[in-house]
C-alpha cells in the first residue's frame, strides 16, 4: 500500500478521528503516522518482587496475590484497599472509584499481573487504580512486552482517541503498510554503519520486543534523519560550487600590499592569516564564495575583511562592508577611514540618516566606480544603490540580517548578472553541531586566536545588596582613568518597564558620579540617532566615563580604554548576549573586568548562565552551554533553516550520530558524487522524495 495515502485507509481511523489527528498532530498521511513515535514506553518485560521496590521506581510490575480486601470509609465515600503479596512481602493496592464494583470482580488468592505507579506511606508501596490482570489471562496474550506512550492533547484525549486506541492505530497502520515501507539504504551500506533494516526499525520504535532492540531501531532512525539532511546539505553546496559563477579575483595587487606592507598596524595573528588564505583561495576558483567567519569577540575579524576588500579592489571591483546598527556602521567607517588614510581608496558612510546631498553622491561615486568602499546599515539594501561593480559584500553580525535581505545584495550588481562574494562574520560562535545542522551548506572559516596580549576578563557575580561596593569598584577604577559601561536589560525597546529601570539606574549613577567630577553618556534605542552618535562619540573620545547603555552596545563596539562592564539584571540576558556584552571590554593593555549583578532570586537557567560566564571565556564552551539550555531552536539562524524540525534525533543529544551520519554523507559523495551507482540508488530515491517535499532547499540561504 502506497504511503501517502491518507490515514483514512487504516482500520479504524474514520473521518473524524483523521481529520482531528491532522489538526492536533498534523498527521495527514500513512507515512506521516509511521513517523509519529512515542515519546515514552511502558516497559513490561521486567517483573519486580515486593522486596526490590524502592522509593524511585516508577512503574513498575509485580506478581503476587490478594491476600485480603477492606473498605475504608473516609470524608466522601469510601475507599477500598487490598493487600498484595509475593513471596518476598506486602504492598497495598488502593481504588477511590467504582469502589462496590471492583470489590466484587476482585479474586482471593489467584495470582494477577499488577502494573502502576508506585506510591509510598509509611514505608509501605501502594499502587492505586492498578493496571491488574489473571496471570492465566496474561500469559493466554502474546501481547508486545513493551507498550508506546504516544504524543496526545487534550482535545484528542476528551474525543476518544485514547493511548490505547492510538496504539490499536498503529498496529492496524503496521499490518496495513508494513509491505510498503521503502527501504533507504543498501545492504552494505547498512553492513558498515552497522543499522537495522528499515522496516524492523519502524516496527521495533512502535512496538518493541526489549530494550536492546528499540535501541537499534532508535539509533537507525536516528542516523537516518541526520544523514539526510547532511546529506541535502553537501549536495546543495556541490551544485552551488559548480552552478554558481563567481568573480575570480586573481591578483593581489597593489592596494593589498602597499597596505599589507606600510600600514598595517600590527602582525597578524596565525589564525587571521589561515583565515585570509582559506578565502583567498575561495576567490580565486570561480565560484560565488558564501562563507561564515566566525570568530570570537576581539579576536579581529575586521582587519581580515578589510583585506579581502583590498583584494576585491585590485582586481578591479568595489566593496560594501555592512553592519546591524548606525553605531557600528558609524565605528567601522571611522577606523577604516583611519586605516586607509594615507591611500588611494576612497571610502563612504551610508546609513538612515546620511543626508539627501551626501547620498547622491555616494550614488554617483558607486554608478561610476570611482568609490571603491561603501560602509552602512541595512540602508544599503533598501536604498536604490547601485554599484557599477560589486565583487565582496561583507556583513558583520549577520544574525540581524534575514536571509532575505541577503538575497537583494545579489541584485546590487550591475555587472553581467554575476553575484558578489559574500563573507558574513559572525562573533556569536555557533557549536559544531549547530554549524553543520544549519550551516552545513556554507563554508565556515573560524579565527580561534585572540591577538597577543590580551588579559582575559576578570567575571565576577554579584548580588545586588552589593551595589556600594561595585560603585566604589567604579570609582576606583575612574580614578586610575579607565571607562565604565553599566548594561541595562531592555529587551524589548518598546517595553515600558525595562526604560523605566533604565532612566532609574541613570538617576542613581548620576547622583551616585556627580558633575563635574563624573560625565555620563546614556545610549538606548529610543534616541534620534544623531544624539546617540553623539554620545557614543563623547564616550570614544574619552570625554564621558560612565556609559549607561541598553543592549544597543552590545554588538562590535570598540572602546580598548574601558575597563569596566557592569551588567545590571544580568540574570535577564542569555548567554550569548552576556558573552557579547563581556567583549565590549579586555581590549585594551590593562586588566579589565565584568560585574554580573543580579536579584537574589535565580532560576536553575539562570544560576548556570551566571557560574558559565564566571568560569569560563571561551565563546565556544559558552555557546554549547548555551545550546543545552535553550534548544536548538532558539538558537540564532535555525528558525528559519526549517531543517530541525527532526523526528527522532536531538542534535544536542545525539551529535556523536550526528558526527557519525554527517561522515557517512560525505564519504559517500566523494565515491559517488551523482549518487549514480546502483548501490546509491535507494539514497538517491529518497533524496529525490526529500526534496520534493521538505523545502529545505529554499529555506536554506
Ligand atoms: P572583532 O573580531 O570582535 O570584530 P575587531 O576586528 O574589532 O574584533 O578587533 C578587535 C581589536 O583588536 C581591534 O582594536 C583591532 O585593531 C585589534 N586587532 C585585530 N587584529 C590584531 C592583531 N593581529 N594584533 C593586535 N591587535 C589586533
Ligand atoms: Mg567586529
Redesign the pocket.
Known amino acids: 500500500m502506497n504511503l501517502n495515502q491518507p490515514i483514512t485507509y487504516i482500520k479504524g481511523v474514520s473521518v473524524a478521528r483523521a481529520e482531528l489527528l491532522y489538526s492536533e498532530l498534523g498527521v495527514r498521511t500513512c507515512n506521516d503516522l509511521l513517523h509519529l513515535f512515542p515519546y515514552r514506553y511502558i516497559d513490561k518485560t521486567q517483573f519486580y518482587t515486593i522486596n526490590q521496590l524502592h522509593q524511585n521506581s516508577a512503574e513498575v510490575q509485580v506478581v503476587g496475590k490478594i491476600i485480603a480486601i477492606k473498605t475504608v470509609k473516609q470524608k466522601r465515600g469510601s475507599r477500598l484497599v487490598a493487600t498484595f503479596a509475593d513471596a518476598t512481602g506486602q504492598m497495598e493496592l488502593v481504588w477511590f472509584k467504582g469502589v462496590k464494583w471492583i470489590k466484587d470482580s476482585l479474586k482471593i488468592n489467584v495470582p494477577y499481573v499488577v502494573y502502576g505507579k508506585l506510591n509510598w506511606f509509611n514505608n509501605v508501596a501502594n499502587m492505586a487504580h492498578p493496571e491488574m490482570e489473571l496471570v492465566s489471562e496474561y500469559k493466554k496474550k502474546l501481547q508486545s512486552a513493551m507498550q508506546p506512550v504516544y504524543p496526545s492533547t487534550e482535545k484528542l484525549s476528551n474525543k476518544g482517541i485514547s493511548n490505547k486506541v492510538m496504539r490499536s492505530m498503529m498496529q492496524n497502520l503496521l499490518q496495513q503498510t508494513f509491505e510498503g515501507i521503502q527501504e533507504s539504504f543498501s545492504p552494505l551500506f547498512k553492513k558498515d554503519y552497522q543499522l537495522l533494516d528499515k522496516r524492523e526499525s519502524l516496527l521495533n520504535i512502535h512496538f518493541p520486543k526489549n530494550q536492546e532492540i528499540l535501541a537499534k531501531a532508535q539509533y537507525r532512525l536516528k542516523f537516518e534523519e541526520l544523514f539526510f539532511i547532511q546529506l541535502q546539505l553537501l549536495v546543495k553546496k556541490l551544485i552551488n560550487k559548480s552552478k554558481i559563477k563567481g568573480f575570480v579575483f586573481e591578483n593581489v595587487g597593489e592596494y593589498f600590499n602597499d597596505f599589507y606592507q606600510n600600514h598595517l ?5 596565525n589564525a ?1 592569516k589561515r583565515v585570509l588564505k582559506e578565502i583567498r583561495k575561495d576567490l580565486g576558483n570561480g565560484a560565488q564564495m558564501n562563507r561564515l567567519l566566525q ?9 581580515v575583511g578589510l583585506l579581502v576588500m583590498l583584494l576585491a579592489i585590485d582586481n578591479g571591483f568595489q566593496a560594501t562592508l555592512m553592519a546591524p546598527t548606525e553605531i557600528l556602521a558609524t565605528q567601522h567607517y571611522n ?1 577604516i577611514q583611519e586605516l586607509l588614510k594615507d591611500t588611494a581608496i576612497n571610502v563612504e558612510l551610508l546609513t538612515g540618516s546620511t543626508k539627501t546631498k551626501k547620498r547622491r553622491e555616494i550614488h554617483e561615486g558607486l554608478e561610476a566606480g570611482t568609490l571603491h568602499i561603501l560602509i552602512g546599515t541595512h540602508a544599503i539594501i533598501e536604498d536604490k544603490v547601485q554599484f557599477k561593480r560589486l565583487g565582496l559584500a561583507i556583513i ?1 553580525e549577520q544574525h540581524r540580517f534575514g536571509v532575505a535581505q541577503r538575497s537583494k545584495l545579489w541584485n546590487k550588481s550591475s555587472e553581467e548578472g554575476v553575484p558578489p562574494h559574500v563573507l558574513v ?1 559572525t ?1 556569536t560562535p555557533i557549536p559544531r553541531t549547530l554549524a553543520m545542522s544549519v550551516y552545513g551548506d556554507l563554508d565556515i572559516s573560524v ?1 580561534d586566536e585572540l ?3 590580551r588579559k582575559e576578563v576578570k567575571t565576577v557575580h554579584r548580588y545586588d545588596s552589593h551595589r556600594l561596593g561595585v560603585f566604589k569598584f567604579l570609582k576606583d577604577e575612574i580614578e586610575k582613568g579607565r571607562q565604565v559601561y553599566v548594561v541595562y536589560p531592555l529587551i524589548q525597546e518598546s517595553e515600558a518597564m525595562d526604560y523605566k529601570d533604565l532612566m532609574d539606574g541613570y538617576e542613581s549613577i548620576s547622583r551616585e558620579f556627580p558633575l563635574p567630577k563624573y560625565q555620563i553618556s546614556i545610549v538606548h534605542g529610543k534616541m534620534k540617532a544623531a544624539d546617540k552618535e553623539y554620545e557614543m562619540e563623547r564616550f570614544v573620545r574619552g570625554e564621558t566615563q560612565i556609559m549607561v547603555a541598553t543592549t544597543v552596545i552590545e554588538v ?1 563596539v ?1 572602546v ?1 580604554n574601558a575597563s569596566v562592564m557592569v551588567i545590571e539584571s544580568s540574570e535577564r540576558f542569555g548567554l550569548s548576549q552576556l558573552h557579547q556584552l563581556r ?1 565590549r571590554v579586555g ?1 585594551g593593555a590593562d586588566q579589565s573586568y565584568c560585574i554580573l549583578l543580579t536579584s537574589f532570586e535565580l532560576s536553575s537557567d539562570a544560576k548556570t548562565r551566571l557560574k558559565t560566564m564566571v568560569e569560563t571565556s571561551d565563546g565556544f564552551k559558552i555557546a554549547e552551554v548555551d545550546l543545552k539550555l535553550r534548544g536548538p531552536g532558539n538558537i540564532m539562524g535555525t528558525q528559519q533553516s526549517g531543517v530541525l524540525n527532526l523526528k527522532i534525533a536531538d542534535i544536542v543529544k545525539d551529535s556523536p550520530i550526528l558526527f557519525q551520519a554527517r561522515q557517512a554523507a560525505i564519504k559517500l559523495l566523494n565515491d559517488d558524487p551523482s549518487l549514480s551507482s546502483d548501490e546509491n540508488s535507494l539514497v538517491l530515491k529518497r533524496l529525490t522524495q526529500l526534496q520534493r517535499t521538505s523545502g529545505i532547499w529554499s529555506n536554506i540561504s
Do not use: C, E, H
Open positions: 598596524p600590527f602582525d597578524l595573528t587571521q570568530g570570537d569577540v576581539g579576536s579581529g575579524k575586521t582587519i577606523g558583520d562574520m562573533a579565527i591577538p597577543p596580549g562590535g570598540n580598548p567583549g581590549r
